[in-house]
Each structure stands twice: as C-alpha cells, then as structure tokens.
C-alpha cells in the first residue's frame, strides 16, 4: 500500500549538518502531516518535528534552531535539515505520514519508515 524510505543518515561530527529525506510511495491519494521522531539507546521515542500539508510546523524544545522540517508535496517528500548536531541528537530516525489511500477513507492511517541512523560523534 504505502511506504516510506528514510534516506540521509550517516556519521558527522558534531557541529556538523545532515539533511534527512523521507519519500512516500505506494497508493497515495493524500497526506496529511508527516512527521519526523526519534529514538536512542536508553532514550524513550520522541517526536523531533512535524508538518502539516499547508506547512504548520512544530518542533521539540531540544531542537528548536538547529532542526528544520519541510515537504514537497509533490514528492511526497519531508526533509529533516539538521544543523549544529550534537552527540545528543544520536539516534535512529523515523517519518512517518498520514496517509488517505482513496477519497473513500474515513480517515488518515499512519504509516512508518524503517529508519535511519544518525551518529554524531564529539
């Protein structure tokens, strides 16, 4: 049905900038927020930002200024633009999407990336 793919991770000192893609394919007839989270060994899943379709955007306190969220609807693509990283910003990665298959559908089901790793080293 829908699947996204997670792409961009890597090691980066810290400092150092990452840019996050997550594209969206399958049986799309729109998306609602996408959305990207996080987690880290000994960490609970956290939300790191999200986006609606007109562009709202939201971000965790931990990553506001050095984070930023954007989508090509066209796409159906977010990016996560990571800047000043730090060793704390180490985790696996995931988007996600809400996601209508068909007009028909009564609501949005959310749908999942595998991941990405993202080291940053100090």
């Known amino acids: 049905q829908v699947q996204l793919v997670e792409s961009g991770g890597g090691l980066v000192q810290a400092g150092g900038s990452l840019r996050l893609s997550c594209a969206a394919s399958?049986?799309?007839?729109?998306?609602?927020?996408m959305a990207w989270y996080r987690q880290a060994p000994g960490k609970q899943h956290e939300l790191v930002a999200d986006i609606t379709s007109g562009g709202t955007t939201n971000y965790a306190d931990s990553v506001k200024g050095r984070l930023s969220i954007s989508r090509d609807n066209v796409k159906n693509t977010v990016y996560l633009q990571m800047n000043s990283l730090k060793p704390e910003d180490t985790a696996v990665y995931y988007c996600n999407a809400r996601v209508r298959t068909s007009y028909k559908d009564s609501y949005a089901r959310l749908y999942w990336g595998q991941g990405t790793q993202v080291t940053v080293s100090s």
């Open positions: 399958g049986t799309i007839y729109s998306i609602n927020a």
